[in-house]
């Protein structure tokens, strides 16, 4: 067992904090330590402070992502908190199918992981629309800093476990078999969404348009309050007014930052 000292884990949360917004309090540190073990040893660092240098001198990017992978959670699957979904069927796309005049419907899921959520959305956007889909431009962006996970999401395999809780008429009409154990997600729902990689705390968000939907949910849960409300400010100005904003159920935003209307537990309607 490699030991971290208390030196080396404030070393290690403060650049994680720094770079990518994660805070890892005191309390983190056994955690922290076990997940990183096996990492540290097929690495060859006998120590932390070893492993740091080797993380922040590997110029691919691999190092890093490895480390984020291994000490956050990357933890999803369809129709997680269905009751999002219920709103952005029942409210949200009625909606914004009277609002949008070019039919240019610009979502983004923010902290996409393994495509479950984005794949979702397709779905449901593709049922609702039905024959009038092919007049919309409804093309999803979906990021996340992981590129591992981003490359799962590409794939779109996914076992039988994990499409279970979907509609049988889903399953028929977005799935086919892949082999005995899994499903993949067909080419007309794959071709609905954008997945790229993006650091949710980089000072400067690259996008042309606003967005009339952001999910952005349990990602605020790693970050400290300052880093939240940053966040907050930086997805609110990346909407559109009128625009819906969901984030998880275990999290919450301060709306005397922005000037976002409740409509119900962790949506938000920019104002």
């Given at each position: 067992?490699?030991?971290?000292?208390?030196?080396?884990?404030?070393q290690?949360?403060e650049?994680?904090?720094?770079?990518y917004?994660?805070n890892?309090?005191?309390?983190?540190?056994?955690?922290?330590?076990g997940?990183l073990?096996?990492?540290?040893?097929?690495?060859?660092?006998?120590n932390?402070?070893?492993?740091l240098?080797?993380?922040?001198?590997?110029?691919?990017?691999?190092?890093?992502?490895?480390?984020?992978?291994?000490?956050?959670?990357?933890?999803?699957?369809?129709?997680?908190?269905?009751?999002h979904?219920?709103?952005?069927?029942?409210?949200v796309?009625?909606?914004?199918?009277?609002?949008?005049?070019?039919?240019?419907?610009?979502?983004?899921?923010?902290?996409?992981?393994?495509?479950?959520?984005?794949?979702?959305?397709?779905?449901?956007?593709?049922?609702?629309?039905?024959?009038?889909?092919?007049?919309?431009?409804?093309?999803?962006?979906?990021?996340?800093?992981?590129?591992n996970?981003l490359?799962?999401?590409?794939?779109?395999?996914?076992?039988?476990?994990?499409?279970?809780?979907?509609?049988?008429?889903?399953?028929?009409?977005?799935?086919?078999?892949?082999?005995?154990?899994?499903?993949?997600?067909?080419?007309?729902?794959k071709?609905?969404?954008i997945?790229r990689?993006?650091?949710?705390?980089?000072q400067?968000?690259?996008?042309?348009?606003?967005?009339?939907?952001?999910?952005?949910?349990?990602?605020?849960?790693?970050?400290?309050?300052?880093?939240?409300?940053?966040?907050?400010?930086?997805?609110?100005?990346?909407?559109?007014?009128?625009?819906?904003?969901?984030?998880?159920?275990?999290?919450?935003?301060d709306?005397?930052?922005?000037?976002?209307?409740?409509?119900?537990?962790?949506?938000?309607?920019?104002?």
């Amino acid at each position: 067992m490699i030991t971290i000292t208390d030196k080396e884990f404030k070393q290690l949360a403060e650049y994680i904090k720094k770079n990518y917004g994660i805070n890892l309090k005191d309390e983190k540190k056994v955690l922290v330590s076990g997940r990183l073990q096996q990492v540290l040893i097929q690495e060859g660092c006998s120590n932390f402070t070893k492993y740091l240098d080797y993380v922040t001198s590997d110029k691919s990017g691999a190092a890093v992502i490895t480390m984020l992978d291994k000490i956050t959670t990357n933890h999803t699957f369809f129709m997680r908190e269905a009751d999002h979904f219920d709103c952005f069927k029942g409210k949200v796309l009625p909606y914004l199918k009277n609002r949008i005049p070019d039919k240019d419907m610009r979502i983004w899921c923010a902290a996409s992981s393994t495509g479950e959520e984005a794949y979702t959305l397709a779905m449901l956007i593709d049922e609702f629309l039905g024959g009038e889909k092919i007049f919309w431009d409804t093309k999803i962006l979906a990021t996340d800093i992981s590129e591992n996970v981003l490359n799962q999401a590409v794939k779109g395999v996914y076992s039988n476990e994990k499409i279970d809780p979907l509609p049988l008429h889903w399953r028929q009409n977005y799935f086919q078999r892949y082999n005995d154990e899994n499903w993949i997600v067909k080419e007309k729902i794959k071709n609905e969404v954008i997945f790229r990689k993006f650091n949710l705390i980089q000072q400067i968000y690259p996008f042309k348009k606003k967005f009339h939907v952001i999910f952005c949910r349990n990602v605020m849960i790693y970050f400290d309050q300052d880093t939240k409300n940053e966040l907050v400010k930086r997805l609110y100005d990346q909407l559109e007014i009128g625009g819906y904003l969901f984030i998880g159920h275990s999290e919450s935003i301060d709306r005397l930052l922005c000037n976002f209307q409740y409509v119900m537990p962790s949506v938000y309607k920019k104002k």
